[in-house]
Nanobody
Framework: QVQLVESGGGSVQAGDSLRLSCGAS????????MGWFRQAPGKDREFVAA????????DYADNVKGRFTISRDNDNITLYLQMDVLKPEDTAVYYC?????????????????????WGQGTEVTVSS
């Protein structure tokens, strides 16, 4: 069973930057899409960003577009989320997730249930 591990969270001031990383317990495994989601206290988990693992196409939630960048390293092993111009409303636990199971149907990278592997999360706190 592949496990995902997030790192890089912390407490910062508004306007600061953070870079989150997501590694896996095995060096390589089949993944179709990888995404970042977040869950603020008292709220539902929400989509942040996703990247198609083979083609590199990306998608972002409107409230992070232009401030966050999702990427993967050149070895296609580690997932990143560069977060710039952080705002207090970005405060949440951030989770990385992988869609590893192939499917012939059209899927929506913004939907939580598309993903079958999840990390435990890393906390980000942004103070004003």
């Amino acid at each position: 069973q592949v496990q995902l591990v997030e790192s890089g969270g912390g407490s910062v001031q508004a306007g600061d930057s953070l870079r989150l990383s997501c590694g896996a317990s095995v060096r390589t495994f089949s993944r179709i899409v990888m995404g970042w989601f977040r869950q603020a206290p008292g709220k539902d988990r929400e989509f942040v960003a996703a990247i198609l693992w083979s083609g590199g196409g990306t998608d972002y939630a409107d409230n992070v577009k232009g401030r966050f960048t999702i990427s993967r390293d050149n070895d296609n092993i580690t997932l990143y989320l560069q977060m710039d111009v952080l705002k207090p409303e970005d405060t949440a636990v951030y989770y990385c997730a992988a869609k590893s199971l192939p499917t012939s149907r059209v899927y929506n990278v913004r939907r939580l249930n598309e993903y079958d592997i999840w990390g435990q999360g890393t906390e980000v706190t942004v103070s004003s």
